[in-house]
């Protein structure tokens, strides 16, 4: 088992914020970092020591990560399967390519649920037109179909609530294989965030209760409002996913809770998450650090919660009037702005986040909806440096 110290490389594939924050926190430990990214200057290469650009399914580039990484991770699931397994030849691969081929596959993650006897949505999959009306007939109205590789935010779904919507919905995913999942009519959605070690120890966070618009995060609030049980029977289901899986690194499950109390697993996420951004500024260790420490063979850290918090996403439409006036979110100090340098300001890109810390979850809540109704108000007064611009890029 391979441990890679402070001073090793850290090699990231993917270059967004997932990969911007790790390289953050891995460096504050003193490692040296390397991130692969189709794009120039991404947000993860803005913060890393090299950055190759390349695709993912761009071996050479693949080739040229290994050679600078002592230990390889990634910041999506994206990442074709037989690029990592050409890394994991000469260069550990955290977590590995056998994990990212279940849960990259919608399919294969249902089968995989299925087998270790996680509760899920009904789903059946299908091959053609006639094959598709017979899994929606299975599954029954209303329910989503999903594309079974690419998609995230709501990408490559969509709902189905009666026959009459099943052609509109064929077409809108093109042909791509895809499965039909029952629609959950659920009370609430939260997450499971924790961490498995090169030894199989588990740490658990808090659990984060979510909400959703247009199918893209909106707000994490934690610790989530639900029973002790339930809590339980997360950590539970969570650390038999990862375990089943040989799972290294972070993970996070997102899970429907019915109206009558029981968990449903909607997906798995072997990396930080989304809804656990509130550990980087509420808990002792960020889901960040706790990633790179896990890959690296690293013990875990301390996940504990230093203050309930609410997070909420910032997303690419409050830039359609010009760079959001962060004046609003600063005079708060309860408050912590985090924006990812992403160049290009597209509706429904994640851009940033703000972090409320506050005991009240609910003020922390309202804060934030203010906050972000503030940032979308295009009259909003700028601070005066915020206009200043370098030259150079
Ligand atoms: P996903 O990309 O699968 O995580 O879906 C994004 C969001 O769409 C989820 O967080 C839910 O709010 C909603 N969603 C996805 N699948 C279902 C489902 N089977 N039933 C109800 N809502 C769903």
Known sequence: MTVVWPGGTLGIIGGG???RMMALEARRMGY???VLDPEPDGSAGQV???AVQGAFDDVEAGDRLAVQADVVTLDTEHVPAPLLERIEATTPVRPSAAVMRVVQDRLEQRR????????QPRYAPFSDAQGFREATAAVGYPCVLKTRREGYDGKGQVRIGSEADLEGARRAVGRAPALVEAF???EKEISVLLARDLEGNVRFYPLAENTHRRHILHTSRVPARVPAALVAQAAELGARIAAALGHVGV??????VTRDGRLLVNEIAPRPHNSGHYTFGACVTSQFEQHVRAVCGLPLGDPTLLRPAVMVNLLGDLWRAGEPDWGVVLRHPEARLHLYGKREARDGRKMGHVLVLDDDTDRAMALAEDILAQLDRPTAAPLPARRK???TP
């Open 17 to 19: 914020q997932l990969a």
């Open 32 to 34: 040296r970092v390397a």
């Open 48 to 50: 890393a020591d090299h």
């Open 112 to 119: 995989f649920l299925e087998a270790i006897g996680a509760p």
């Open 184 to 186: 959950v009519d659920f």
């Open 251 to 256: 993970m996070a499950v997102e899970l429907f």
């Open 389 to 391: 611009r370098s030259a």
